[in-house]
DNA sequence: TGGTCCATGTAAAACGTTACATGATTCC
DNA sequence: GGAATCATGTAACGTTTTACATGGACCA
């Protein structure tokens, strides 16, 4: 249902090529959304016959021509709709914490070693972020009321990322005083 | 692929039908991995046809026979291997956050509603841990190593929900110094 | 007598992933 | 000369969601 929401959210912060809209779910937008060309392309068809998109064709030379994909007005609607309608909170499924619900199973090593991949993982990402803050949001007081919200999705990845890394470095240090460990760390990871 | 792993490592933790794994989603498991009834019913038999569970079939006067469902060695095995992959990020959908990104398209006060909406939400949600850790985990100390690992997952939870509750408040306040606010914040919530 | 709980499932539709396909251009 | 980029898509398959279906037990 929502993915079309979040095409015509991009779309409605700037008209944008299938291809173009694909390397934007690959960042910004992706941040929250995810989706591959092929979910995307098939939703602007869809999107397209039910009038909340029109297309312009835009010729090219010694490369494929592209379609740009503008809202309408009805599009704008749709949307204005939905966001007066309450969402519940999104379902997690997140692969580490089951690993770690039953890492009972395994070598604590193997979970550690996971743990510590996952914060350099967050770490790299909230460096992406802050990096993004830095350039585009230097100064917070004078943000035209488009960018607040956008600024506002950013702090939401900022805040969430730094909680990801208390929680490994808290992970972490309880794994690692756990009596079995003193020698299970030493231990390659096939173990 | 990982509706499998989250259900095994469920019946790791203990053996239990369909119904009763589909009320686990609902809490626990479900904090970090959301299924219905439907999806845990076909891959249970998927799971059978594959040997990783076998099943008993408890006979119940007056009420339905119960499947009860049991990991078998192979599915213990299966698991093992799979926790030794190192998993990439988990992918967000948030629809929040959709909505905030494209925010500026509506009434200032409709954001507002639903970022406090949401606040409740979490809010609500951290108690409920804060429940569970009281209830469970009264003394870190003494855990045994099956129970740490899943006091590590509460511990996510809850680290989760403030960081949540913690931004909700940044964007409240934010977007209530939006100068259009002074006026806009008054007006019912479908303007 | 009406609703919720127990307990299992089927069927269709929507959504998501993986692989395949094309063809010129530009960069190394 | 080979890889990556630009730009679009199709096809097959797998997963998830939504709705439907059954039927007794128990509670208010």
Tied chains: 1, 2.
């Excluded at 809209?21 to 992706?30: I, M, W």
């Excluded at 993982?121 to 956008?150: C, G, K, M, N």
Aim: hydrophobic share 40%; glycine share 4%.
């Amino acid at each position: 249902m929502a993915l079309s929401h979040a095409i015509l959210v991009a779309l409605l912060e700037s008209p944008s090529s299938g291809y173009d809209l694909a390397k934007r779910f690959d960042g910004s937008v992706g941040f929250f959304w995810d989706a591959s060309h092929q979910q995307i392309y098939r939703e602007l068809a869809k999107l397209e016959q039910a009038h909340h998109i029109t297309v312009e064709t835009i010729e090219q030379a010694g490369r494929p021509n592209k379609k740009n994909y503008f809202i309408t007005e009805r599009g704008k609607v749709f949307l204005t709709d939905w966001m007066a309608v309450p969402s519940s909170l999104s379902p997690l499924k997140d692969d580490l914490l089951v690993k770690l619900f039953g890492g009972y199973l395994v070598n604590p090593a193997v979970i550690l070693k996971e743990l510590r991949h996952h914060r350099k993982l967050h770490q790299t990402r909230l460096v992406e972020y802050q990096a993004i803050e830095e350039r585009f949001f230097p100064d917070v007081e004078t943000l035209s009321s488009t960018a607040v919200y956008q600024y506002l999705t950013l702090r939401n990845g900022i805040q969430f990322e730094q909680g990801w890394l208390k929680w490994c470095d808290e992970a972490i240090s309880t794994l690692q005083t756990l009596p079995s460990l003193a020698i299970a760390d030493d231990l390659p990871p096939s173990c």
